[in-house]
């Protein structure tokens, strides 16, 4: 069983940055595609970030260049880091783990960009 729990989240305006952090519980964490997911009102959750066991990175169109994905497999951690943030960033953010057919979620922390 893994345990997931989101940090970091916050107010911020146009053009800040933020730093999402998840720790993890559980001895298969670097085993774990992990990942960063978003989710803002009236629309379907979407993959913000993924970063695989071996570092290989992946992210959603609207977020390149301006988010990093990282992880730290000693410290059972994974975090995002945010810049040149978008009014059309704000959304619950929520961290995952998957590997094969299991999948776990955070709880979700909101991230909110506004002036």
């Known amino acids: 069983q893994v345990q997931l729990v989101e940090s970091g989240g916050g107010l911020v305006q146009p053009g800040g940055s933020l730093r999402l952090s998840c720790a993890a519980s559980?001895?298969?964490?670097?085993?774990?595609?992990m990942g960063w997911y978003r989710q803002a009102p009236g629309k379907e959750r979407e993959m913000v970030a993924q970063?695989?066991?071996?570092?290989?990175?992946n992210y959603g169109h609207s977020v390149k260049g301006r988010f990093t994905i990282s992880r730290d497999n000693a410290q059972n951690t994974v975090s995002l880091q945010m810049n040149s943030l978008r009014p059309e960033d704000t959304a619950v953010y929520y961290c995952?783990?998957?590997?094969?057919?299991?999948?776990?979620w955070g709880q979700g922390t909101q991230v909110t960009v506004s002036s």
């Open positions: 970063i695989t066991s071996g570092d290989n990175r």
């Open positions: 559980g001895s298969i964490f670097s085993f774990l595609v």
């Open positions: 995952n783990g998957a590997m094969g057919a299991w999948t776990y």
